[in-house]
């Protein structure tokens, strides 16, 4: 019933720029905290950024704090990760990550809903 469909992602080189999307199905109406979770080859899925439901808070990982940010466009049904500073390390599979809870939340299991992912590589 939940739909979420993430865009943007590609290859870039260190100190590069990507703006990522994610557009949640038209049949969601007050969807609460949303979020951004990245998975490297043959490591564990981990937490990059969430923000909340009218998206004034927002909060971030130790390693993207300072060069990401993460906003939502409720009109649009929309989520954003703006990606600055990319260094190699960032590459990953990112997914977006949506729940009707309201409070703000950095582990994967307070996530209902997810995106099929997006490539980000970035090279040196």
């Known amino acids: 019933q939940v739909q979420l469909v993430e865009s943007g992602g590609g290859l870039v080189q260190a100190g590069g720029s990507l703006r990522l999307s994610c557009a949640v199905s038209a049949r969601t109406f007050g969807m609460g905290t949303m979020g951004w979770f990245r998975q490297a080859p043959g490591k564990d899925r981990e937490f990059v950024a969430a923000v909340s439901r009218n998206g004034r808070t927002t909060i971030y990982a130790d390693a993207v704090e300072g060069r990401f940010t993460i906003a939502r466009d409720n009109a649009k049904n929309t989520v954003y990760l703006q990606m600055n500073s990319l260094k190699p390390e960032d590459t990953a599979v990112y997914y977006c990550?949506?729940?009707?809870?309201?409070?703000?939340?950095?582990?994967?299991?307070?996530?209902?809903?997810w995106g099929q992912g997006t490539q980000v590589t970035v090279s040196s």
């Open positions: 990550a949506a729940t009707f809870d309201i409070s703000l939340g950095a582990q994967a299991g307070q996530y209902r809903y």
